[in-house]
Structures are given as C-alpha cells and as structure tokens.
C-alpha cells in the first residue's frame, strides 16, 4: 500500500502540498483530481520517488522512500510502472524496442522471450504489428497505448497515471480509459490516476480523491464522492455537464 | 549600496552553488560508471557520435589551420631567412595549442550541442523521469557514456588535427611557397619533443571531459520548456568554450 503522511513541497517558493495525507488501496484504482496546477502531478511524482518532499513521509509497503536514494530507492522503484502524460516514449527506439526496454534492462528474459512477451502486450493494446514504428510516427493515442504495453510488461504491482487521456478526442479518450479498466481488472494492480476527465472517472474508479489547497479535501468510493454535500467539490464534478452514474462508461 | 553588495554576494553564493552541484553530477556520473551493468553498447555509439562524426569537421578545420599557418609563418619567417624552420613552427603550435584547442571547439560545436539538446529533449518530455521509474540510473544510462566517449574520442580527433594540419602547411610550405621538403620535414622532427606531444594528449583529455560534462550537465538540467531549451544549448557551447580556453591557458602555465 501508498501512503503519505503529512507531505509538504513547495516549488519556486510557492507552496504546492501543504500537507498530503493519503492512503492508496492495494489492488484498486484510485484517480485523484484536483484543478490545473493542484499539484496532482507532483503528488503522484513523490509515490514513486521522483520528486522528495520538504517535509512528511512517503511509505511503499513497510519502506519509507521520501529519503531514500539510488540503489535502495530502485529496489523499491521495481514494484512501480507510470504511464506518462506525453507517454514519455524513447525516441530513438521503435514502438517494440520501448516495450522491451524495461525488459532488457531488468530482467533475465532472453530474446525470444523477450519477443513473445513484447507482441503480447502489444496485442492487449491493440497494437499489434505495429512494432517497427518510431514513436514520431504514432498518434496521440496509439503513443498512449504503446505507453501503457510498456508498463505492463514487466507486470508491476503498482502503476501510475499521469492524466493518461490529456489531449486526446473525447472517443480515445474512452478507448484508453477502457484500456484501462480492462487491464487492472486483468492483472490486478493496484492504480493510481490523476485525471482530469470529470465526470468519465467515477465511471471507472473504485476510489476517487480530491486535491484541493494542498492538501486531501475529500477521498471516497466513486458513489459516495458524488453525493458530498461539500459545495466546493459539488460545483468542482459538475463542470463536466452532468453527474455520471457509476459504471456508466465501463461495462 | 547595500542593496547591490547583497545581490553580488546572492549571485556570488548561487555561482558556487552550481559549480558544486556540476562537480557533484560528474562525480556520480564516474560513481555509477564502475558498477554493473556496464554500458558498452552505449558508450560505443556515444564514441561514434562524438568522434566518428566529428572527424570530418574536424579534417576539414585543420587542413585549412595548418594552410593559413604556414603561409602566416612563411612570410614571418622569410624576413628573418628562417623559412627552414616552418614545419616545426608548424608542428608545435598545431600539437601544443592549437590542435588541441580548435578541436575541442568544433566537437563542441558540432556534438556538444547536440548533446545538450537530446538530453534537455529528454527531460523536457519526461523519458529521463521515465528511465527512473524503470530503475534505471539515468547517470548510468546516458551521461556516463558520454562522459567516456569525450574522453577517448576528443584526444583521437585531436590526433587526427594535428597530422591534418601539418600536411596542411607542407602543402602550402612545400608545393606552394617552395620551402624544401626535406627541411619542411626535418625541422618538424628535430623540433617535435615528446613533452610537446604529452602536453597536448593531457590537454585533449581534459578538453573532451570539460565538453562532455558541460554539455550532459545543461541538458540534465533543461528548464521545461523550449526556451528554456535553447537557453540551456546556448549556455553549454558558451561555458565549455570559456572553459576550454581558461584551462588551456592555466594547464599550458604548469607544463611550461
């Protein structure tokens, strides 16, 4: 399990987390919202150490992280997978060489399979046979979906999703978040997304929090978020037009 | 007044800040090099990059150096009827200085840049954050092998200007001017010492390490954004030209 304990970080002087306490469920998905430039980015940033706070802890399991570095902090690191906003593909390798990056690098797998593993993930997203491109030759969403093989692939207990359907058509949008859900129901990790895609999330999201001055104005299931009487978060979830019914999107 | 010598002393604090935070990143760049895995693949393609596609620039500069030198040095030379003398005035300023200083310039130009970008590239769009979450140590992974690849790609390409620019002068000297070729090439024998050929092996080393280092550290630490981009390109061929030339004088000071 994620857990955060009192973080705080400012940036540029201006504090960003005054605060954070949170506590992820293992083996569910988890988005967490917040207005542009809340710090949800940030907050995800510091789960897997990418980013240490000024003060509070940061525990993955029993190992607190937030002063951890190098070696022991890639110990830890190896539970993880993030699919990036932009994906974060390499751009001097093809599609399948991304994918099997993480591979190559971290684990005893040989070439064919290595290659076995790769296509079938590739398969998952829907990318099949598309493993010579270079990433400048994909779409938006396909550099999304090649994305998240590259996260599956070395079948991670944790993945996190840096607003995986920024700047993608309201119809990719969908496919990804389906993508998605179809996955973590496969593979049973546990998710964290931060997202902005209001009201699609509590359609997906078993628990869903909010990112409000720094700190967690309110976390719950999915159901129980869209009955808050809280004003602020009432007026926040219903920007997207209407109040989505959980499940709406998915299944 | 008082105001301006805090801001000094601000900039003064935030200059040795960065000086410390840019020895620091290649310390651990070296830290990381000796621990497995090693990247050879990496390293030789970085070598490839740096050296390999340097070498034309780099042939090209010294052919037109060791042209322009000697027929500088012919006319000098001839008030004093010296012309005899050219090829070691050649050969020395080639292999002390100007070798050395020119070719580091020009990978500067060419690769250093270059690498800025693709590593400021990187952050900009999180793939060096991406290598993290992977476990990967991007030191490890991508600056290490660069940091390698100038130190043994500069002194060859270095090599490679200082013959280039002595055949340069014997064709202007010898088949243009009329110096003796036999003198040409006796004087360069005679003048050449093997000090003169470990100073600026010393120097190239040191030359490919400042470019490397410079350029990695610019791009590692990439503003997000594309002017911050261009910015940080901008800094790492200014600085490591500066550098280059500070070093040069201070190393050229302690072999003298």
């Known amino acids: ?251 | 007044m008082t105001n301006a010598i805090e801001q000094l002393g601000a900039w003064a604090v935030m200059r040795v800040q960065e000086m410390g935070r840019m020895v620091l990143f290649m310390l651990s760049a070296f830290a990381w090099l000796v621990r497995p895995p090693f990247r050879f693949h990496q390293t030789m393609k970085q070598l490839h990059f740096i050296g390999y596609r340097s070498t034309f620039v780099v042939v090209l500069t010294a052919a037109f150096t060791g042209m322009v030198l000697a027929l500088q040095g012919y006319y000098s030379l001839r008030r004093f009827g010296s012309e005899g003398v050219l090829g070691a005035a050649v050969a020395l300023s080639m292999i002390r200085e100007l070798g050395p200083v020119l070719a580091a310039l020009m990978v500067t130009a060419r690769a250093g840049s270059a690498m800025t970008a693709e590593i400021g590239i990187m952050r900009i769009t999180e793939q060096i954050d991406a290598l993290d979450t992977m476990a990967i140590n991007p030191l490890q992974y991508l600056i290490a092998p660069k940091l390698v690849a100038g130190l043994i790609g500069v002194p060859l390409l270095v090599a490679i200007f200082d013959v280039v620019g002595i055949y340069g002068g014997s064709i202007v000297g010898v088949n243009l001017l009329g110096v003796s070729e036999g003198a040409y090439w006796s004087s360069v024998e005679s003048a050449v010492e093997w000090k003169d050929v470990y100073g600026g092996i010393l120097k190239s080393i040191s030359f490919g390490l400042i470019v490397s280092w410079v350029c990695c550290y610019k791009g590692f630490y990439t503003r997000q954004s594309a002017e911050g981009l261009g910015t940080a390109t901008t800094e790492a061929v200014v600085l490591s030209s500066v550098l280059i030339l500070v070093w040069d004088y201070l190393l050229t000071s302690l072999l003298l």
């Open chain 1, 1 to 251: 399990m994620i857990k955060l304990v009192g973080v705080e970080k400012k940036l540029g002087g201006q504090p960003v987390l005054q605060g954070v306490d949170l506590s992820i469920p293992v083996g569910k998905l988890t988005t967490i919202i917040g207005g542009s430039g809340s710090g949800k980015s940030v907050l995800l940033k510091h789960m897997i150490g990418l980013m240490q706070p000024d003060r509070g802890e940061v525990w993955v399991g029993d190992v607190e992280i937030s002063r951890l570095s190098g070696t022991h902090l890639n110990d830890v690191r190896k539970q993880f997978a993030m699919l990036f906003q932009g994906a974060a593909l390499f751009d001097s390798l093809t599609v399948f060489e991304n994918v099997a990056f993480p591979l190559r690098e971290k684990s005893r797998m040989k070439g064919p399979e290595v290659g076995r593993r790769v296509e079938e993930k590739l398969k998952e997203v829907g990318l099949a046979g598309m493993g010579h491109k270079f990433p400048a030759e994909l779409s938006g969403g396909m550099r999304k979906r090649a994305g998240l093989a590259r996260a599956l692939v070395m079948e991670p207990e944790i993945i996190l999703f840096d607003e995986p359907t920024t700047g993608l058509d309201p119809l990719m949008a969908k496919s990804i978040h389906d993508l998605i859900v179809t996955m973590h129901r496969r593979f049973g990790f546990t998710a964290v997304m931060v997202s902005h895609e209001i009201p699609e999330i509590f359609g997906i999201s078993d628990w869903v929090a909010m990112l409000r001055k720094g700190k967690i104005a309110l976390m719950a299931t999915a159901a129980e978020f869209q009955r808050t009487t809280d004003p602020e978060i009432q007026e926040f979830i219903s920007v997207g037009g209407t109040l989505a019914l959980p499940g709406s999107l998915v299944g």
